[in-house]
């Protein structure tokens, strides 16, 4: 039996050990440990069991100089490196009971199909892997007889990356794993076969001050750089197109859609097909406080015409105006010829930009909790960035179809500019 000493950051004591969950995953800030005591905790395991590790990154040649590195790094300083190989061609490192951790990239995916008898996956920066990289490697992930164990590791992105959806929260599929908010609080949670670990900087006792210092000053220049680097959360990364953007319950939200005095009442479509969508969104405009209601939503793909006009049927009894996108001329006519009010939005150069600005001035924008696409659009949209790190303004980090369906229902609407001194004037007297 080997037998090792090392000093650890006392915050990781029991994740080294902890081996009653198959996932286990691992988010933190800049310099907290996690990666460190990833490694570590690996080793001591395969010393103890006999073991095949696979190590994956996104792209295989990045682990030369990160998890090989520091993999090889703890072998010399625990004293090992006499009796566990580190190889670097191909990359390897072999255990005296026969144990061996091989390392793949997520870029060369033909090469993960030739492995087998994988118990142990670690993925270092999972949020870089594609989702069906993930699902993938869960696949390869098996044994006869031991018991299997993924573990993930990774700074918090975005939540609309797939492991925050995946571990935490989906909106758009309604579905609540975890609240983030909990793990950052208890800083350890074990649920549904996973254990959860929260780590930042303060955690890593072999830190200089003068690196933690470093990371709080980014507060006062890069307050999305420090949530990730110094509070280790999730969040929305980027500027945000609509920070004006809430969600309440629906039966709220329509109470306030009933007691405003004058509402306009509006409908905008959006057309897809393969991988985009057919969007459509019930809205009302409180012209007066400047507020737009989203009350309703149709969110659905690979949907034909006339599939689409029997789920939406209600428009034709109702007789809504619909105003959908003026670029799909043949679908317009396909509905008004089935019986639907519609008609195409008017589209002209700039118009991308000037839709964007015109959604961006209402004061309040309120989405009912029963609009969960919406939601995942638009409640983390930012911003699209050129090369010099400048916001393009009329481009978003993803395709929003329930955005540009707003965008036409709110056709020949228009949001007073309160800049404008008149304009904000005019708003004080209609209170």
């Known amino acids: 039996m080997t037998v090792v000493e090392k000093e650890v950051s006392p915050h990781f004591d029991d994740f080294l050990f902890e081996w009653s969950t198959k996932f286990?995953?691992?988010?933190?800030?800049?310099?907290?440990?996690?990666?460190?005591?990833?490694?570590?905790?690996?080793?001591?395991?395969?010393?103890?069991?006999?073991r095949t590790a696979l190590v994956v990154r996104e792209v295989y040649d990045t682990h030369r100089d990160s998890t090989y590195s520091l993999l090889e790094e703890l072998v010399i300083d625990l004293g090992l490196d006499g009796r566990i190989k580190c190889m670097t061609s191909p990359m390897q490192i072999?255990?005296?009971?026969?144990?061996?951790?091989?390392?793949?990239?997520?870029?060369?995916?033909?090469?993960?199909?030739?492995?087998?008898?994988?118990?142990?996956?670690?993925?270092?920066?999972?949020?870089?892997?594609?989702?069906?990289?993930?699902?993938?490697?869960?696949?390869?992930?098996?044994?006869?007889?031991?018991?299997?164990?993924?573990?993930?590791?990774?700074?918090?992105?975005?939540?609309?990356?797939?492991?925050?959806?995946?571990?935490?929260?989906?909106?758009?599929?309604?579905?609540?794993?975890?609240?983030?908010?909990?793990?950052?609080?208890?800083?350890?949670?074990?649920?549904?076969?996973?254990?959860?670990?929260?780590?930042?900087?303060?955690?890593?006792?072999?830190?200089?001050?003068?690196?933690?210092?470093?990371?709080?000053?980014?507060?006062?220049?890069?307050?999305?750089?420090?949530?990730?680097?110094?509070?280790?959360?999730?969040?929305?990364?980027?500027?945000?197109?609509?920070?004006?953007?809430?969600v309440q319950p629906h039966n709220e939200v329509m109470e306030a859609i009933r007691r405003t005095v004058k509402i306009d009442k509006r409908v905008?479509?959006?057309?897809?097909?393969?991988?985009?969508?057919?969007?459509?969104?019930?809205?009302?405009?409180?012209?007066r406080r400047k507020i737009l209601y989203l009350s309703w939503e149709y969110y659905k793909n690979k949907m034909t015409d006339p599939q689409t006009a029997e789920d939406i049927i209600?428009?034709?009894?109702?007789?809504?105006?619909?105003?959908?996108?003026?670029?799909?001329?043949?679908?317009?006519?396909?509905?008004?010829?089935?019986?639907?009010?519609?008609?195409?939005?008017?589209?002209?150069?700039?118009?991308?930009l000037a839709n964007t600005k015109k959604v961006k001035r209402f004061k309040k924008i309120i989405c009912s909790d029963q609009c969960p696409n919406v939601i995942a659009e638009l409640k983390t949209l930012t911003y699209k960035k050129n090369k010099l790190d400048e916001i393009i303004p009329d481009e978003f980090n993803v395709d929003p179809h329930t955005f540009s369906a707003i965008w036409y229902g709110l056709d020949g609407y228009e949001v007073a500019d309160l800049k404008n001194p008149l304009e904000r004037y005019k708003q004080l007297l209609g209170r």
């Open 268 to 287: 905008g479509m959006d057309f897809g097909f393969e991988d985009s969508y057919n969007a459509i969104v019930r809205m009302a405009v409180d012209d």
């Open 94 to 246: 072999r255990f005296p009971n026969g144990s061996k951790i091989i390392f793949k990239g997520m870029d060369k995916p033909a090469k993960l199909k030739s492995i087998n008898n994988i118990s142990l996956v670690w993925l270092e920066e999972c949020s870089e892997i594609k989702y069906s990289g993930f699902k993938e490697l869960l696949g390869r992930l098996r044994h006869p007889t031991l018991k299997l164990h993924m573990i993930l590791s990774t700074n918090p992105i975005g939540e609309d990356n797939w492991s925050f959806k995946h571990f935490f929260k989906d909106e758009q599929n309604n579905r609540l794993v975890l609240d983030d908010a909990d793990l950052y609080e208890k800083r350890t949670v074990i649920t549904n076969d996973t254990y959860y670990h929260h780590s930042t900087a303060d955690d890593n006792f072999f830190l200089p001050e003068s690196y933690i210092a470093q990371l709080d000053e980014l507060k006062d220049y890069d307050p999305d750089l420090y949530r990730i680097a110094r509070k280790g959360r999730f969040g929305v990364n980027g500027v945000k197109v609509l920070p004006q953007f809430e």
């Open 314 to 352: 209600e428009f034709k009894e109702t007789r809504e105006l619909i105003i959908a996108d003026s670029a799909e001329p043949k679908a317009i006519e396909f509905f008004r010829q089935q019986g639907f009010n519609i008609r195409g939005a008017e589209k002209f150069q700039g118009s991308r």
């Open 24 to 50: 286990q995953f691992l988010v933190g800030g800049y310099g907290s440990g996690k990666s460190y005591h990833v490694a570590l905790k690996i080793i001591l395991k395969l010393l103890a069991e006999k």
